[in-house]
């Protein structure tokens, strides 16, 4: 599971990497601000579900519970800082969100090539989705960005 996961991310990321122009993908219509507010409440919800539910969780995913809630509590820390970049979206903050969300799937990719049996199929799975997730505000949030700067 973890091979086929990490091969379908390569080819999402290869696929970011050669978009075309941003105008031609009609970026003007999504708001940079309901990016990050999207992205803010599904960090923020899996946060909250990550620290709530390390316990169990740990369990679930076989990994360590307290990092399960550590994890939990640095996306609650992001998600509100996402939050705060979205009541105000300057270039640079949305930048910092952008990197952000770009290390998470680079970190997911990393560890599924270079340890495959770190994770467990469920775990997998959980932060599989996840990071596809994340992809997909990452390239919203660069569309976004590149046509900012075209404007």
Do not use: Y
């Not at 409440?41 to 990550?50: I, Q, Y």
């Not at 930048?95 to 049996?117: G, R, S, T």
């Amino acid at each position: 599971a973890s091979e086929v996961i990490a091969a379908i991310t390569c080819q999402v990321v290869a696929g970011v990497l050669s978009l075309p122009d941003a105008g031609s993908m009609k970026t003007a219509e999504v708001s940079v601000t309901r990016i990050l507010k999207a992205n803010a409440l599904f960090s923020g919800a899996t946060g909250v579900v990550f620290t709530g539910g390390g316990w169990w969780l740990g369990s679930l995913l076989e990994l360590d519970r307290v990092f399960v809630m550590v994890m939990g509590a640095g996306l609650a820390v992001f998600a509100a800082f996402v939050v705060k970049v979205s009541s105000n979206p300057r270039r640079e903050s949305v930048m910092l969100v952008f990197a952000a969300d770009c290390a998470w799937v680079i970190a997911f990719v990393a560890v599924v090539v270079a340890f495959p049996a770190a994770l467990s199929d469920a775990a997998t799975v959980v932060f599989g989705t996840a990071t596809v997730i994340v992809l997909g505000f990452a390239v919203a949030e660069g569309l976004a960005l590149r046509e900012a700067a075209a404007a």
